[in-house]
């Protein structure tokens, strides 16, 4: 399930014109949304 969702992300990432600098540093709120941190 989680290894799912990660691919997911990583995916989203890379579609992000952010995920160069902005991404990598602080990735979105969603991204750790399903984790229940």
Avoid: N
């Avoid at 990660?6 to 992000?16: D, G, V």
């Amino acid at each position: 399930m989680a290894s799912g969702f990660s691919a997911m992300a990583e995916h989203e990432l890379e579609r992000s014109p952010a995920s160069s600098s902005k991404g990598a540093a602080q990735p979105p709120r969603w991204l750790f949304a399903d984790t229940g941190d």
